[in-house]
């Protein structure tokens, strides 16, 4: 069996008509289930090429899954009526004058489009306060909810009719009974010195570290299940074929069928980070408009760094995972890190600011293991002797500067 086309980007699918042949063939030879299983990167790039003519199509209500599913079957038996070189020469004739009718019913629905990202665009806009002292849940009717534990639960029931909180509380929601109807979205706001964890109404869980917010609706409905994070999160995501989970945040798009990853976004960083635990997922740049914008795959034990500076994205393999998730355990590992990204971390992990001198050393790479359970000064202890800096603590301040008797290794 050819198995060039597994290689095939989603907007190579939708281009090529030999791939749609190729498609038939195994679909009639039952063979496509169990390749598709084999290679979950090709099952991604599937789908993605079946939402892009899903955007690409424009109609006044919402495009269902099952009529994507048809006008891929109905390209597939117009390939095998029209066999002749004479209606294949029309066919490319027709695939011409559609590709230019598509491109003006993709002007034509900018504004849609622009409507459809309102919910995004007034994510995006919120800005949580960095000051705050304890975590809260802000429901989608507006009401707020103060989380009073340093490590807070929050848990969807499967129905979507309430949300348990610190498995004590219990808050009821009042939504919509229509299968297909848009969801609202709910926030969590987690402050800097605070963590949460989340079960959404599909089962999928959810770790929030420090410095972290999150929108969820109160259960998922039609073909996709979709949240909007800011800041770092690890997910373990629950499969569903038929309804894959997106993670969007301002710059990059995630999509996954079912695995665990962690996710680190913050604003303040150069690069979004994604490091895949185990599973497939594909990730590409989050533009309203970009429909046929490249997307990375990736697969297990790999890291991929979006740059935001100049929108490129590499993908690295990652023999220890466990270095970016071992946060949700209470622990910091860094391994060759600079020191600068270091305090970073340790800034939002207990809420503090550091104060640098011109000396300090920010290009410098350490490496060891933070317990986050400890104490700030002790914490400092440990960092002092590694970084080789001295510090003094004046309350959430921390001054750092070089200690010149001790030279830094690195």
Known sequence: MDNKYLDYTAEEMVDDRSFLIWLNRLSENHELDKLLDENPHFALNISQAREIIRLLTVQ????????VNAMWENIALFERVHQSKFR????HQVLKYAAIVVFVLTLSTLGYWKLKQNVSHQWYAFRSDKTAQQSKLILASGKEIN?????????????????????DSLISLSNTNE????????????????????????????????????????RFTGSRREIFLEGEAFFNVTPDKSMPFYVKTKEVVIRVLGTKFNVSAYEADNE????????????????????LGKETILNAHQRASFNKADLTTKVN?????????????????????????????????????????????????????????????????????????NYRIDQKKIFIDLNKEMPMRK
């Open 147 to 167: 989380l009073m534990k340093d490590e807070s639960t929050i848990k969807v029931n499967e129905q979507g009719h309430a949300i348990r909180i610190n498995n």
């Open 88 to 91: 294949i020469r029309r066919y």
């Open 317 to 389: 393999d990652e023999a220890q995972v466990g270095i970016y998730t071992a946060w949700t355990e209470g622990w910091f590992p860094f391994c060759k890190e600079p020191l600068i990204n270091v305090f970073k971390k340790v800034e939002r992990y207990y809420n503090v600011q550091f104060v640098y001198s011109e000396l300090f050393p920010s290009g410098d790479l350490i490496s060891g293991k933070l317990d986050l359970k400890d104490s700030i000064e002790d914490v400092m202890k440990v960092l002092a002797d590694v970084a080789k800096v």
């Open 60 to 67: 006044e209500g919402p495009v269902l899954q099952d009529d």
């Open 272 to 291: 979004v980070v994604t490091v895949l635990v185990e599973g497939t997922v594909s990730m590409r740049e989050n533009k309203g408009i970009n429909l």
């Open 179 to 218: 299968k297909n109807a848009e969801m609202p979205m709910n926030q969590v706001v987690v402050p800097f010195g605070k963590k949460s964890s989340i079960e959404l109404a599909d089962g999928t869980k959810v770790w929030l570290n420090a410095g972290s917010r999150m929108a969820f609706p109160d």
